[in-house]
């Protein structure tokens, strides 16, 4: 029988959901543990989740020196700088990723001993009576007892049944260690992961081939948003083939099979790796032991009321594994939230204006509502947008691609949703979150002064646009 340790609090999960809600717990006094199985590349544990390993920082940091070599060969000629033989060292380019991660991660840890969050490294499970009883590294079990629990066990890739992970069928796991440029990259699912790494891989000379199930490209996103993207994508070289479904893979000599029928009937690429990239599912296999109360979904996510409680007396879950959009700042905000409520404060998330972000070239951005949205739900509005074409920093950065979209309530003028495609919209969309968190109207940011020459000079025309005022085109 293993020893019982109290703490007020106890986290499932060293994500940005699970972190986050330590420190926040931690920091209004509450004595917190938090419990991460994870493992790094080197064997050792590794605090931050997904995000911090294989997901958010490693992506963003190979789509970064992507760039700056497919800028190098596309875009600094334009800017009078030319180079000869210029070559990309994959494995610098993955050590320096690998170098941000362990600094990231080891961050983390930094900031549990900081605000003395006692960590333990191995496999939680939940217990009835809030109890979580932990199977560590070293084989030794741990109990421990919480007044309160939050489960922020994260999310998996989903493996496709004719698609099985190995050395050739990846994940992103997989796609973020390529030891050299794969001649020709096959990927499934053009969704936000299949666009992000195929772009990596693209801009470093492999030939990536994108099939896409659904008829419609980015069906999430505007559909101006789409068909711009879309457009960039092809110039690029990316081969974006929609309405494409798999049927079977096969890994042969002269690489890996996919088979797939579209349109044009059944057809067969060969490729020499393959990333599966159709979606994740919430990570709670093992994590419920019988009778905890604790229900989960159809889908497999646990189920949470509007303040992430479970309906059992003290247990919570935040982040990828319940129902929202799986994106880090979601969990962070979720985890903070949590933890406040815990705290006595009231802690709150709106789920209505978190942002999205898809860090391709061009970046693309939303929150809020899109105008096919709000047609579908007979909502009246006004639109307002206004090309980086006509804006003079973008055309100075020589990144003249995309445009702002301001959707705004026809009555009220409310902000109802920011679009946008085109060079730092990552940043340029917080504009568009804050209007809205603040129910401001368009008329509220054309009459916001904005830095000339900007990048969000865009917002500023296009929020101007809503009410046929731009300055700078034909209303
Ligand atoms: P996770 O980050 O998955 O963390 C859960 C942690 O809990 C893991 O460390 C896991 O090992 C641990 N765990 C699970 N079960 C147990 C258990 N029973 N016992 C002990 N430990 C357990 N989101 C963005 O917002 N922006 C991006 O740019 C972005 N890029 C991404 C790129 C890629 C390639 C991927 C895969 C994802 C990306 N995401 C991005 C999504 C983001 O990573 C997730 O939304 C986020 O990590 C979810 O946080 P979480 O804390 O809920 O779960
Ligand atoms: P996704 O949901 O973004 O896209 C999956 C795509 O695969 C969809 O377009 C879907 O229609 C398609 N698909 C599903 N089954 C298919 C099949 N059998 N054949 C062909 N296509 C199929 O999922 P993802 O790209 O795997 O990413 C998972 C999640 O991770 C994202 O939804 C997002 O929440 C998060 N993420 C976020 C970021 C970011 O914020 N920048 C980056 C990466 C990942």
Same mark, same amino acid.
């Given at each position: ?7 007020? =609090? ?121 109890? &979580?009883? =932990? ?37 992103? &796991? ?81 690489? &890996? ?133 006509? =804006? ?84």
């Amino acid at each position: 029988m293993s020893e019982q340790q109290a703490f007020d =609090v106890v986290v499932i999960g060293a994500g940005p959901a699970g972190y986050h809600a330590a420190i926040r717990a931690a920091q209004l006094g509450l004595k917190t543990a938090c419990i991460d199985a994870a493992l790094g590349k080197d064997g050792k544990p590794a605090l931050g989740g997904t995000c911090l390993r294989v997901g958010c920082i490693p992506s963003k940091a190979l789509l970064d020196s992507s760039r700056q070599f497919w800028n190098l060969g596309h875009i600094f000629g334009e800017h009078g700088i030319t180079t000869d033989n210029a070559k990309i060292d994959v494995a610098t380019m993955v050590g320096r990723k690998d170098k941000i991660v362990k600094q990231f991660t080891g961050g983390i840890a930094a900031l549990f001993k900081a605000n003395k969050i006692t960590p333990f490294y191995g496999f939680g499970q939940l217990q009835p009576g809030n109890v &979580v009883k =932990v199977k560590q590294h070293d084989g030794s079990e741990v109990e421990l007892k919480g007044t309160n629990v939050i489960i922020a066990a994260g999310s998996d890739s989903i493996e496709l049944p004719f698609a099985k992970f190995g050395e050739h069928i990846v994940d992103n &796991v997989g796609a973020l260690d390529f030891t050299e440029v794969p001649k020709r990259l096959g990927v499934i699912g053009a969704g936000v992961i299949g666009l992000e790494l195929g772009s990596v891989w693209n801009r470093l000379g492999a030939k990536v081939t994108i099939l896409e199930a659904l008829p419609d490209f980015l069906s999430a996103a505007d559909a101006e948003v789409a068909k711009v993207s879309a457009r960039e994508f092809k110039k690029q070289g990316l081969d974006i083939q929609l309405g494409a479904k798999v049927s079977s893979t096969e890994v042969k000599a002269d690489g &890996v099979h996919v088979t797939y029928t579209d349109a044009k009937g059944e057809q067969t690429i060969v490729v020499d790796k393959l990333l599966v990239a159709v979606g994740r599912k919430a990570a709670t296999r093992g994590l419920l032991a019988d009778g905890t109360g604790v229900k989960v979904s159809e889908r497999g996510q646990i189920e949470v009321d509007a303040h992430c409680h479970t309906g059992v007396n003290g247990v919570w879950a935040v982040g990828d594994c319940v129902r929202g959009p799986m994106l880090a700042h979601k969990g962070f905000e979720e985890g903070i939230a949590v933890a406040e409520l815990i705290g006595g404060l009231p802690g709150h998330v709106n789920l209505d204006t978190i942002p999205w972000v898809i860090y391709t070239e061009p970046e693309i951005a939303w929150v809020g509502k899109t105008e096919e949205q709000l047609k579908a739900e007979g909502i009246p509005y006004k639109a307002g947008s206004f090309p980086f074409a006509a =804006v003079g920093r973008a055309v100075a950065m020589a990144e003249p691609a995309g445009f702002v979209k301001v959707l705004a309530h026809a009555e009220t003028d409310r902000v109802l949703g920011m679009h946008l495609v085109g060079a730092n919209v990552s940043e340029l969309v917080h504009e568009g979150v804050l209007t809205m968190e603040f129910s401001g109207s368009a008329d509220d940011l054309a009459r916001i002064c904005h830095a000339h020459p900007s990048l969000s000079e865009a917002v500023h025309d296009a929020a101007m646009a809503v009410s046929k005022r731009a300055i700078h085109k034909a209303n």
